[in-house]
């Protein structure tokens, strides 16, 4: 009996997903999302509350994804002095940022552009504060192994830095007409033109 709800709610779910990408959450009534499913749409209420609820079940993997790709930015491997110097921390960086594109752009795209009237609207502003968050985190880790660097930032440049970052993911989602190769160069003078600013600004 449990695998059968199990199977029946991941139904859900996909269908939910298939009908919030094609329509967004706003213009998808439950009904045709139990269409979909192909269960009556009383069920599909019994697995999920409303359809906010579903929606952020929906949005689940991607929401949990991002948030260990931002955290990401304060591993051990990216601690290191020479972040600010060698390609091969940024080429790291910009790899993980684009498979998580390629993973869940439809997923994205629906976060960022289509979740008006949800609890999730507006997340972009969410991200930004997170990798304000994490970036003053860095800063005083960085501090902690190496003294000598000025961590003196004024709080609104790294806001307008992490908008900076927030807008760049941003494009790359909702444009998808570019070749992976375009994307890549594009991300490579984009790290190059903001490394040679903090290796300035913190003095390293």
């Known amino acids: 009996m449990q695998s059968l709800k ?6 859900i779910l996909v269908a939910a997903r298939d009908e919030f990408i094609a329509h967004g959450v706003r213009s998808t009534p439950m009904r045709a999302v139990a269409k979909r499913a192909g269960i009556a749409v009383g069920n599909v209420y ?21 948030d260990r790709y931002i955290l990401s930015h304060n591993e051990e491997c990216y601690l290191n002095i020479e972040v600010f110097s060698e390609k091969r921390f940024q080429t790291r960086h910009m790899l993980e940022m684009q498979t998580l594109i390629v993973n869940f752009r439809p997923e994205l795209q629906l976060l960022l552009f289509k ?15 997170h990798q304000m968050d994490i970036g003053i985190e860095y800063l005083h880790l960085m501090k902690r192994r190496y003294p000598h660097i000025n961590i003196n930032i004024s709080p609104f440049l790294l806001r307008i830095a992490s908008a900076t ?8 989602v909702r444009h998808d007409e570019y070749s992976d ?3 890549e160069y594009a991300l490579q003078q984009c790290a190059a033109y903001s490394m040679a600013g903090w290796k300035e600004l913190l003095n390293v």
């Open 6 to 11: 199990d199977e029946v709610r991941q139904r």
């Open 46 to 66: 019994n697995y999920f509350g409303s359809k906010d609820a579903l929606f952020r079940e929906v949005m689940r993997p991607l929401l949990s994804a991002l």
């Open 115 to 129: 979740a008006d009237g949800t609890s999730l609207a507006n997340y972009k502003n969410r991200i930004l504060e």
């Open 165 to 172: 970052w927030v807008s760049i993911f941003t494009e790359l």
């Open 181 to 183: 190769a375009e994307i």
